[in-house]
């Protein structure tokens, strides 16, 4: 349990690094970092309590950064 959270969080945080590189978010690198991880830990912890998600947790840990990264940015940008 403890080396897939270490996992999960160290690919939420290169989701959240490359994607500030390749410019599908403005935010600075170490907000899209931080969005990235709470998303994983969020969907980590979810997926342990009620048991569904993808059947790896790498792909787990993908798909929630890249959806914290399109929810939470553009919920909070202004118009």
Do not use: D
Request: charged content about 10%; overall charge positive.
């Amino acid at each position: 349990m403890f080396p897939t959270m270490i996992g999960t969080v160290v690919i939420a945080g290169i989701v959240g690094y490359l994607s500030e590189k390749s410019s599908f978010t403005r935010n600075g690198i170490l907000q899209s970092i931080i969005i990235c991880v709470g998303g994983a830990f969020l969907f980590y912890f979810v997926r342990l309590m009620f048991g569904f998600g993808f059947s790896s947790p790498g792909v787990n840990a993908i798909a929630s950064s890249v959806g914290a990264l399109i929810i939470v940015p553009t919920h909070w940008r202004k118009r």
